[in-house]
């Protein structure tokens, strides 16, 4: 699986957008980006996927550059529950199912 | 529905004994996986179990072992233990075979003293 690298922090303030960035130029075609995020003392908790179109949920958005190489998670209202250390990962989907390779991730802060 | 479930939430053993942990994974999910977070090390994979088969595993010495039984919940064991195992223990469960994402239980927090 490609590697990620992330910023070891940001700070947020409340009630505006989180945009957290990832690198991962070496992807391959067939691997997908997913992001998790781990709140405090919690296990991880998937937040979104994609393989190379922008996708959305009602957590985040996730926004894939054209040549795959990084992408963005958007957080549109950040709130002091999304204080967490994100993860940005890439996977083969079809191989080793189960298995993730978390990297240090980002330690998001949202602020009042 | 119920999420993962996983027992003991905290445990404080003595070096060198053993500990099994146990994870009870979401109805219907086949697959289990463990990892391993330490404030050092991040978050490790250990193994993953499909119906009662180990598919893949981590990095890990022998003393880590598990397994899987038929209505899919799982156990770890660690032998022999050291003040270096001290950590969180996750366990994940997945819908294998299909996109799809894994759900983590909240952990088993070991303390080797």
């Known amino acids: 699986d490609a590697k990620t690298t992330q910023p070891p922090s940001m700070d947020c303030a409340e009630g505006r957008a989180a945009n957290l960035p990832c690198n991962h130029s070496?992807?391959?075609?067939?691997?997908?980006v997913y992001w998790y995020r781990q709140i405090h003392s919690q296990g991880p908790q998937y937040i979104i996927h994609?393989?190379?179109n922008n996708e959305t949920n009602e957590m985040a958005s996730l926004i894939i550059t054209e040549d795959r190489k990084s992408s963005t998670l958007i957080l549109p209202h950040a709130t002091l529950r999304d204080t967490a250390v994100y993860y940005c990962?890439?996977?083969?989907?079809?191989?080793?199912?189960?298995?993730?390779?978390f990297g240090a991730g980002t330690q998001v802060v949202v602020t009042p | 529905k119920a999420g993962v479930t996983q027992t003991p939430r905290y445990l404080i053993k003595t070096r060198g004994q053993q500990v099994t942990l146990s994870c009870s994974p979401i109805?219907?999910?086949?697959?289990v996986s463990w990892y391993q977070q330490t404030p050092g090390q991040g978050l490790q994979f250990l193994f993953e179990?499909?119906?009662?088969?180990?598919?893949n595993k981590g990095n890990f010495p022998g003393r880590f072992s598990g397994r899987q039984f038929s209505n899919s919940r799982s156990e770890m064991n660690v032998s022999t233990l050291e003040l270096g195992d001290s950590a969180l223990y996750l366990c994940?469960?997945?819908?294998?075979?299909?996109?799809?994402?894994?759900?983590f239980g909240q952990g088993t927090r070991l303390t080797v003293v």
């Open positions: 994940a469960s997945s819908l294998a075979g299909k996109i799809t994402e894994a759900f």
């Open positions: 994609g393989l190379k």
């Open positions: 109805s219907g999910h086949r697959s």
């Open positions: 179990y499909f119906s009662e088969t180990q598919r």
């Open positions: 990962i890439v996977r083969v989907e079809r191989d080793s199912w189960g298995k993730l390779q």
């Open positions: 070496t992807i391959s075609g067939n691997e997908y």
